[in-house]
C-alpha cells in the first residue's frame, strides 16, 4: 500500500468486488468474452478506478463528480448481474454473493459520497489528503531534501 485510496473502505469493498466479478465470469461461454463478461468485469473495474481517481484529485468536487461515476458504474454493474442470472449464467450461488459484495460495496461507496458532500456544502474546497504527499508516494524520508524547499528570502 502506498496510496491514499487504499485506505477507504469503500474502495477495499469495490476492489474485492472486482475481483469477485472477474472469478465469477470465468465460466461465462466463450461466446460472452466480448459480451456480457467484459460489460460485468469494467464495470465492476469501473467503481474502483473511479473511486481511486476521486481520491487523487485535488478539489473536493472532482472527487465528487468521480463518486457520482462510481455509483452509475455500479448501477451498470448491478443490470449485467440481474441479466447474466437471468440468462443462467451466474447461478444462483454466485450471484446471491455478488449480490451481497455490490451491496456492501455501494454502501460503503454512498457512505464516502455522503462524507464528501458534507465537506463541500462545510466549504472545504481542497482535498486535503493530498496536502500530505508521503501519503500518496513512497517518499524515502532519509533522501536529503535541502535542495527542495523554496526560498524564504526576497
Known sequence: MGHAYETLKAWKKADDLAVEVYRATVGFPKSETYGLSSQMRRAAVSVAANIAEGAARQYMKEYQQFLYIAKASMAELSYHMHLAHRLELLHDADHN?????????????????????????????????????????????????????LPTGN
Open 97 to 149: 454473493r455478488l449480490e451481497a459484495l455490490r451491496s456492501d460495496a455501494g454502501r460503503m461507496l454512498q457512505g464516502l459520497l455522503e462524507w464528501v458532500e458534507k465537506q463541500i456544502a462545510g466549504g472545504t474546497s481542497l482535498n486535503k489528503r493530498l496536502s500530505e504527499s508521503l501519503e500518496l508516494y513512497q517518499i524515502d524520508p532519509e533522501l536529503p531534501t535541502d535542495n527542495c524547499k
